[in-house]
């Protein structure tokens, strides 16, 4: 091993110790050293790592002040030492531990170096199996990436420790989220994990997955194995029974509910489910109407009819602007024959919901139906008993990634129906097998109850201080220390901390095998190409034909 310097003594934090080195390049933050010391009358590796550095022995300023003259000619002629190699530097360094085999895991020392002590380059064989549980290719890993500071040690996650207990993904606009998301999911998918995945995906970033089934990736080809993906688009190809709504999603998605319009509500919609109960069947929209206007009738009492009419006529509207409006709109919510679980999850398939397409209460109401419908088939799966639908069961876990995820739990004192069973979903969902992965660009408007309970986080470049305050707060595994490189981060490294690694470490994300479709819009070049030759012969046929629909006559004229 390569000595770099020695050990002055402790720092001012517990854990720290202040190391003398002239060594500038394998000082950066973030590198790995090893000191040791007598364990049980055993030399023992301890593994630290740099967070801060200083110089600590330089030129005299004077000789830096006129920069048409090299400071090591002033030395040199002062017959001071004129090279680099007397510049010092004085590094901070973290101890993370010594490597318990029976463990498996880095044990505190609880032990400072004495002074003196020399200090070594931690070497890539010896660090790799110490800061990851997993090897490359093997069942539960994930290689998203290399090390920072060292290209040749890959980065490879336990997914079972990421999955189980969830993760977030907490970055800054055009920091690379969307492109991390999306090597998590390829990694899921390979042959050695071939995850049952959901993605939330409000702005269609996720549908370019397709190409890795559509292709012959030996990353994804096995002799009995490949990858599929599903992309669905709400009221098209993905529906959902109307009897799966709870009577907080209905009068979430009406708008200016009265108080009284909610109690008339309540009573009506365990009308309807009586009413469907007694003809052995799911209630519908129409048992929904049909007891309203039952209600509406007020059993002959004209004073009581009068009273409730116009109460009962508002909350008919704006039932029936919901959930049947007119034209040709596609319908969400359906009266029978909505989407079943076993169509969106399977072992090796990634299923992308598309919500562009919905207002932001019907994309939170849709995460919440299908959370519940999720949380509570596991749980019966997990305590042996059977779906009374079978398409609605669900035999292995399963993994939900929501993209925007402030959208769903977002901070606050609005009583959003998404971010009550996401938050009971990640306090309980593990021991059922229920998987959940929060994507945000804004983590001080996350529910901070939800972002506590990501046990594994992926931090990229993040410059807002109140989103920094928030990451602060809700992440205990990353250290004040590595939490300050934040702003300096380019996009692409990240900072991986939690119950998926042994320690937090810094990486370079992996480029991905499939395409991303995230990339923020050229726009200079799409201005440009409006003024093509191909672009205003197009312009011209479309008002050319735009000009004879609107000239001809209908066929009653």
């Known amino acids: 091993m390569k000595a770099i310097g020695r050990v002055i003594g402790p720092a001012d934090e517990a854990g720290q110790i202040k190391i003398q080195t002239k060594d500038n390049w394998h000082s950066r933050i973030g590198e790995y050293l090893i000191y040791k010391i007598k364990i049980n009358n055993t030399e023992t590796n301890v593994f630290a790592s740099i967070i801060s550095r200083q110089i600590k022995r330089n030129f005299p300023s004077t000789y830096l002040a006129d920069p048409s003259i090299d400071a090591t000619d002033v030395a040199s002629a002062l017959g001071l030492d004129a090279s680099l190699d007397g510049i010092e530097y004085e590094i901070v360094a973290n101890t ?12 505190n020392p609880r032990i400072n170096p004495d002074p003196n002590t020399p200090i070594y380059l931690a070497p890539d064989e010896l660090l790799q199996p110490v800061l990851f549980s997993k090897e490359r290719s093997s069942i539960g890993s994930a290689e998203i990436g290399h090390l920072l500071l060292r290209p040749n040690i890959p980065v490879i996650i336990n997914t079972n420790e990421m999955v189980s207990t969830h993760l977030a993904i907490l970055a800054g606009t055009g920091s690379g989220k969307s492109y991390l998301a999306r090597v998590l999911l390829e990694e899921l998918l390979r042959p050695y994990n071939r995850a049952a995945i959901v993605v939330f995906d409000p702005h269609g970033e996720y549908e370019t997955l397709s ?16 990858p599929q993906i599903k992309t669905l688009i709400p009221g098209i190809d993905f529906q959902i029974t109307i009897s799966e709504l709870s009577s907080a999603d209905i009068k979430f998605l009406l708008p200016d509910i009265s108080e009284k319009m909610s109690t008339f509500l309540d009573r009506i919609q365990q009308n309807a489910y009586n009413r469907g109960k007694a003809r052995k069947r799911q209630w519908t929209y129409a048992d929904l109407i049909y007891e309203l206007d039952s209600m509406a009738e007020g059993n002959g009492d004209e004073n009581k009819k009068e009273n409730i009419s116009s109460t009962l006529d508002g909350l008919k509207w704006r039932l029936e602007k919901r959930f049947h409006p007119k034209g040709s709109r596609p319908r969400l919510f359906i009266d029978d024959g909505g989407t079943p679980l076993n169509e969106l999850f399977k072992p090796g398939q990634c299923t992308v919901i598309r919500l562009d397409g919905l207002e932001e209460e019907e994309q939170q109401v849709l995460a919440a139906i299908m959370l519940r419908k999720i949380y509570k088939a596991r749980e019966r799966a997990f305590k042996g008993e059977l779906e009374e639908d079978p398409k609605n069961a669900l035999e292995y876990p399963v993994f939900a990634l929501f993209e925007e995820a402030h959208r769903f739990a977002p901070i606050g004192d609005r009583d959003i129906v998404s971010t009550r069973i996401l938050r009971t979903v990640l306090a309980e969902g593990r021991k059922f097998g229920v998987g959940v992965g929060l994507i945000t660009q ?3 408007k996350l529910d901070q109850n939800v972002l506590s309970q990501c046990m594994t986080q992926f931090l990229m470049r993040i410059i807002n201080p109140n989103d920094q305050q928030s990451i602060a707060q809700g992440v205990e595994s990353a250290g004040r220390e590595l939490l300050r490189e934040l702003p300096s981060l380019s996009k692409g490294q990240a900072i991986v901390a939690g119950v998926a690694v042994r320690t937090p470490v810094l990486l370079k994300v992996r480029t991905a095998f499939s395409e991303h479709k995230g990339a923020s819009a050229n726009s200079a070049e799409e201005w440009i190409k409006y003024f093509s030759p191909e672009q205003n012969q197009r312009r011209q046929i479309e008002t050319a034909t735009l000009g004879s629909r609107t000239t001809e006559k209908a066929p009653w004229e």
């Open 96 to 107: 993370l531990g010594y490597f318990d085999e029976k463990l498996h895991s880095l044990v």
């Open 211 to 226: 190409s890795i089934s559509q292709s012959d990736k030996p990353e994804f080809k096995d002799a009995n194995y490949g």
């Open 442 to 444: 804004r983590p001080g």
